[in-house]
């Protein structure tokens, strides 16, 4: 039987510039971002490498917006959670994922709209990160989804896989404060995590995000 996990996954930025927007009449920054490509993901965590097909994490396409947008992964307790409670809500969320869409077919393209009027009631970590953003920086950007995983090996460019990935329900996504190191390079534009547990929550969820770079030029005053 396949077991239920969550992964999250670092990507690189979209190169699109990032833009300004009025959102329910607050203004929003509007960071596009490449969250997920098709490939064989191996975390620094995990046991083996893991396969994942842009035909399960793109149908449906639409399940991807509307999604929370925090800084750093939730937590509750000390434990990795969902982003989708009322406390992380009211405390964590700062934007929502909007406009997903399929670049050369094996891409999941999303923009992450971050509330700045939410971001300055946010601690001193949330501003930082979002003026790391603004500058230009090199952030790490990490999608969080729920997961089947099956065992199942095989070769995919070259790389062997011993397990696939199957019916992704996305979560979240986290844009990653800095010092939160990847497991693959910058260049290599991977990386992953995962939980050792099947079970449905993120308790035992271990973070090994990956790099990718942000362009932008203006700051939070």
Not at 45 to 50: E, L, Q, T
Not at 85 to 112: C, M
Not at 130 to 143: D, F, K, R, V
Request: charged share 25%; hydrophobic share 40%; with cysteine.
């Amino acid at each position: 039987m396949p077991k239920t996990i969550i992964k999250t996954l670092a990507s690189q930025a979209a190169p699109e510039s990032i833009r300004k927007e009025d959102f329910q009449g607050v203004e929003h920054l509007v960071i596009p971002v490449i969250a997920l490509v098709e490939g064989v993901l191996m975390a620094a965590n995990a046991d083996v490498p893991a396969f994942v097909s842009a035909e399960e994490f793109l149908v449906p396409l639409e399940a991807w917006n509307g999604k929370p947008v925090l800084v750093n992964h939730p937590k509750w307790n000390g434990d990795y959670v969902s982003a989708n409670s009322p406390e992380v809500f009211e405390n964590e969320v700062i934007g929502f994922t909007f406009n997903a869409s399929v670049v050369d077919d094996k891409k999941l393209k999303v923009e992450a709209w971050i509330n700045l009027e939410k971001v300055k009631e946010m601690d001193g970590i949330t501003e930082d990160t979002i003026n790391q953003i603004l500058a230009g920086e090199e952030i790490e950007i990490s999608t969080g989804y729920f997961a089947d995983e099956i065992e199942r090996e095989g070769f995919y460019n070259g790389e062997k896989f011993e397990v696939i990935q199957e019916h992704i329900v996305p979560d979240h996504l986290a844009l990653l404060e800095s010092g939160v190191v990847g497991a693959c390079s910058w260049e290599d534009g991977c990386g992953a995590a995962r939980m050792n547990q099947g079970d449905k929550k993120m308790s035992d969820l271990e973070l090994c995000p990956n790099c990718n770079c942000l362009d932008g030029k203006e700051k939070l005053g």
